[in-house]
Nanobody
Framework: QVQLVESGGGLVQAGGSLRLSCAAS????????MGWYRQAPGKQRELVAA???????NYADSVKGRFTISRDNAKNTVYLQMNSLKPEDTAVYYC??????????????WGQGTQVTVFS
């Protein structure tokens, strides 16, 4: 069984910064791509940023230049550094990882979500 555990959300003033972390744990697994999604009230879940196992990154246009995704493969952890936060960044942020285990083919796993609230 693989689990993703997120941390780092919270309440921050506009212009401030937060860093989200997501660690994968379990037995005998390998991680391909990892990413962060967010869902604001009344809106669909959207991709914020993604990173491949080789380090290639992809960002939503709305966060380019402000957010940075990175990963530590040795720790099975992905990070999202969020700078210059805006009220419109307020959402529940979800970690996603595409993982293969010795008994389960590659599939998507999700974290429990962490609330990010940006006030002006």
């Amino acid at each position: 069984q693989v689990q993703l555990v997120e941390s780092g959300g919270g309440l921050v003033q506009a212009g401030g910064s937060l860093r989200l972390s997501c660690a994968a744990s379990g037995r005998s697994f390998s991680i391909n791509a990892m990413g962060w999604y967010r869902q604001a009230p009344g809106k669909q879940r959207e991709l914020v940023a993604a990173i491949t196992s080789g380090g290639s990154t992809n960002y939503a246009d709305s966060v380019k230049g402000r957010f940075t995704i990175s990963r530590d493969n040795a720790k099975n952890t992905v990070y999202l550094q969020m700078n210059s936060l805006k009220p419109e960044d307020t959402a529940v942020y979800y970690c996603n990882a595409r993982i293969r285990t010795t008994i389960v083919p590659t599939q998507d796993y999700w974290g429990q979500g962490t609330q990010v609230t940006v006030f002006s």
